[in-house]
């Protein structure tokens, strides 16, 4: 048990022995709650040096009634291999510091170091897992797939080759033992992005490349789905003024075929980050479109040469609203219904993903950020929209403020079981398998990495280290 050592000197020994007999009593009522709990990010109070001659009376009685009920057992455990699957190479980020604790990852722990692997998205199979990837490689940025075996283990890398500009990581999907291919790319017109295919990617994994996307914009997110024979492209591009999302088909057994991209979204406002989960007969298409900002009046005041205070109501940064649509999509990647409106109005939705739902719907995760610029994101944020057109929000068990792209992702063998992730503060990752009633946690296990894909109940894992990144697995309570 842990010894009271906040006193001065001018603490009496008789009053510190009485605090000694109420400690062993409390230890032998339930010797549990002695033990040692598995570390967990809390903040611990700060030494008091003038809490006066009264103090042990003051402890006393801010003891609890009861002791506590022992250590939580830790909800995931990693298993075991010879040694993880890694992509990179482990170079030092930094020079360590001298003075260095070991107090656990830190808001520059986030920040990745020039040159590190950047993943993409990740998916299972049958045979295992595939990721898209990043990585410098001579001073050039080279983009690849990493396919790794049912264990994680073991697996092989596919260079696809380099890529210009800065480029998100490609987007695939998975054709029995090929792989479909959409990597972005620059060239001096501009943003593209390069259709291509893996035949037997992990056997020969040959490569062939077709058509080139031209006009993309370099700011926004695209979307690749396969289905049925064929598979769909959708992406954002400025025309007449306006931003749009456009969806490309293809035929991945004639690459060569000239592509015939039609518009998704309707004329008016800028609409970006297209998103695309498969649905019976078709596709779900999620996006962002922008909303006029609202007017704020500023309160007419005189201006001082040395005033620098900001009267409540003004406006510093208007970052303007946004709103998540929804529709449904045909099997030739056609516009099957009206667009739905799952935000609420004033919302702004920075950061949102969808993925396929057991029932034929789909589901949205998203953060609602409504915090000043430069602070962390807001509250983390679930919707299910049904077959029939409805949506519901769903409710979530969990504190999950926090930064960054909430993760959505189905177990390969049971599309029913589905997992969202997403980072919360001082490097927790919050997770749990959706349900009636779903429940996010953390684990010490998982902290500071991210949870990527499911196979057979079992869950991917990846820790940066140094500019390389270490892939693995943990199996977790629901």
């Excluded at 769903?394 to 029913?416: H, K, R």
């Amino acid at each position: 048990m842990r010894k009271l050592g906040l006193f001065e000197n001018s603490v009496s020994v008789g009053a510190s022995a009485v605090l000694g007999l109420v400690a062993l009593a409390l230890c032998s009522v339930d010797l549990a709650a002695c033990k040692k709990k598995p570390p967990v990010p809390v903040t611990q109070p700060e030494p008091a040096s003038d809490l006066g001659a009264d103090a042990p009376e003051r402890a006393a009685s801010s003891l609890p009634a009861a002791p506590s009920p022992g250590p939580v057992p830790a909800r995931c455990h990693e298993l075991a291999h010879g040694s993880p699957f890694r992509i990179g190479e482990l170079a030092a980020t930094r020079a360590p510091a001298e003075d260095a604790d070991d107090g656990g990852p830190d808001e520059d722990d986030e920040v990745p170091a020039p040159f590190s692997v950047e993943l993409g998205p990740a998916r299972a199979d049958a045979d295992g897992f595939a990721i898209s990837a990043l990585r410098s490689v001579k001073g050039q940025t080279h983009a690849l797939l990493a396919l790794l075996n049912g264990d994680a283990g073991a697996g092989k890398l596919v260079d696809l080759g380099t890529v210009h500009g800065d480029p998100d990581p490609p987007q695939f999907a998975v054709r029995g033992k090929d792989l479909l291919i959409a990597a972005p790319d620059a060239d001096a017109g501009g943003g593209m992005l390069k259709v291509g295919i893996v035949r037997d990617a992990r056997g020969a994994a040959q490569i062939t490349w077709g058509p080139e996307v031209t006009g993309v914009r370099r700011d926004s997110t695209f979307a690749l789905e396969s289905s049925g024979d064929h598979a769909l492209l959708a992406y954002a591009t400025e025309t007449a003024g306006k931003i749009r999302v456009f969806g490309a088909l293809l035929d991945p057994s004639n690459l060569k075929q000239k592509l015939n991209p039609e518009p998704l979204s309707t004329l008016g406002a800028d609409v970006d980050s297209p998103r695309l989960a498969l649905r019976k007969g078709g596709y779900w298409l999620a996006m962002a479109r922008a909303l006029d900002a609202p007017k704020v009046k500023l309160k007419a005041r005189a201006l001082d040469a040395g005033a620098d205070e900001q009267i409540e109501g003004d406006s510093v940064l208007d970052i303007g609203t946004r709103r998540i649509e929804v529709l449904k999509l045909d099997a030739l990647g056609k516009v099957a219904s009206s667009a739905l409106v799952v935000t609420k109005p004033g919302a702004r939705p920075m950061s949102f993903e969808l993925a396929s739902a057991a029932d034929g719907g789909a589901y949205i995760a998203f953060r609602d950020d409504d915090s000043t610029p430069g602070t962390n994101g807001g509250a983390l944020e679930l919707l299910h929209v049904k077959a029939d057109g409805s949506f519901e929000k769903v409710e979530l068990n969990a504190q999950a403020d926090g930064t960054g792209t909430p993760t959505l992702f189905a177990d390969s063998n049971d599309a029913g079981k589905v997992w969202l992730t997403a980072a919360g503060e001082n490097g927790a990752t919050w997770f749990g398998r959706l349900s009636e009633h779903t429940a996010l946690g953390a684990d010490s296990v998982v902290r500071g990495s991210d949870l990527i894909a499911a196979r057979e109940g079992k869950l991917l894992l990846t820790r940066s280290k140094g500019t390389a990144v270490e892939l693995s697995l943990v199996q977790c309570a629901e």
